[in-house]
């Protein structure tokens, strides 16, 4: 991978906020869910999110900083006695490189040589005891085989939650492109777009390594009586209309349970009515909306007395 901080357009004093913030730009850019047919957004997003992961973790990232990880969070390949071949590519070794006339990596090359390059098991190994065998590079400190084989590729899996299982938190379950269910620990406060990575269950790896994992991108299910706000909620109550003019008190649903509104004779039904801390999380509030409605089929005394108002109590309502 790219240094994350280039990833993430940053500089290395960033702080956690602006890293944040840098991520959910270019999550909110690069999603799947925005670009499901482009293949070069996915990338980006998994770009993206891969470099977020290191630099939001202060322990790999004092760890990148000062060199001992790649990108990737891999361990860098320390050397011999303490120094790292890779620096000294091309350069001369003290006494070694004024005696015979070679460099570090002429050096390395014909040490491993009489080891076939690889690395054995215990008993035959040249690195000290080590179960199964493995390939290695010198100059890139990098190995396949038994203990530094490849990291299987990573899964992005989308997830719909309901509000109610949001507001309340918990696992959810989530099935994966494998065909596999898995619980879900859902954060709290959850956020729109929010990812949550589940080790191990991406897909496995091509030679002996680690599994990759499984991000769960979190999205908010739509609704079919809220509609959310932010942390506040909105919801649409019918009234009927002789409430409206004489008041009432009225059943309004919430996430926490259905509880009674009074309504005052005469209510303004152009303006939403609030009650304080029933919307997500308990941050939020719920906006209660009131929707008149009719007799079904008509009324014939309903419309008597309607003409009655029109001819001798007009109003103008559209002021």
Do not use: C
Not at 139 to 160: C, H, I, M, P, Y
Not at 260 to 280: C, F, I, N, V
Not at 284 to 289: E, F, I, K, S
């Amino acid at each position: 991978m790219r240094d994350p901080y280039t990833v993430l357009g940053v500089p290395k004093s960033a702080s956690d906020k602006e890293i944040k913030s840098a991520y959910r730009k270019l999550a909110k850019t690069f999603h799947p869910d925005q670009n499901p047919d482009d293949k070069a957004a996915h990338e980006k997003f998994a770009e993206a999110t891969a470099a977020y992961d290191l630099l939001s973790d202060k322990t790999k990232r004092g760890q990148y900083d000062r060199g001992e990880i790649d990108a990737d969070g891999n361990p860098k390949f320390a050397g011999f006695g303490g120094f790292d071949p890779s620096g000294m590519r091309g350069g001369r070794t003290g006494a070694g490189a004024g005696a015979g006339g070679f460099n570090a990596e002429d050096i390395l090359k014909e040490f491993m040589s009489g080891f076939g390059g690889t690395r054995r098991g215990p008993g035959g190994s040249p690195f000290g005891a080590g179960a199964g065998s493995a390939s290695w590079d010198p100059f890139t400190g990098t190995t396949t085989g038994a203990s530094g084989s490849a990291k299987g590729e990573d899964v992005v899996v989308n997830l719909a939650v309901s509000l109610e299982d949001a507001h309340k938190g918990g696992s959810v379950p989530v099935t994966l492109p494998s065909g596999k269910t898995v619980s879900v620990k859902l954060p709290s406060p959850l956020e729109e777009g929010q990812q949550v990575r589940l080790r191990g269950q991406g897909r496995p790896s091509p030679l002996t390594g680690q599994p990759g994992d499984a991000l769960v991108t979190i999205k908010f299910a739509r609704h079919k009586q809220f509609r959310k706000d932010g942390h506040d909620l909105r919801v649409d109550v019918p009234i009927a209309l002789y409430e409206a003019v004489l008041g009432a008190k009225v059943r309004v649903p919430t996430l926490d349970g259905a509880v009674e509104l009074t309504l005052p004779p005469g209510p303004d039904t152009s303006k939403a009515m609030r009650l304080k801390g029933k919307g997500l999380f308990g941050k939020g509030d719920l906006y209660v909306n009131l929707r008149i409605v009719l007799p079904k089929g008509g009324d014939p005394d309903l419309e008597s007395l309607m003409r009655f108002w029109k001819d001798q109590k007009p109003y103008n309502v559209r002021d």
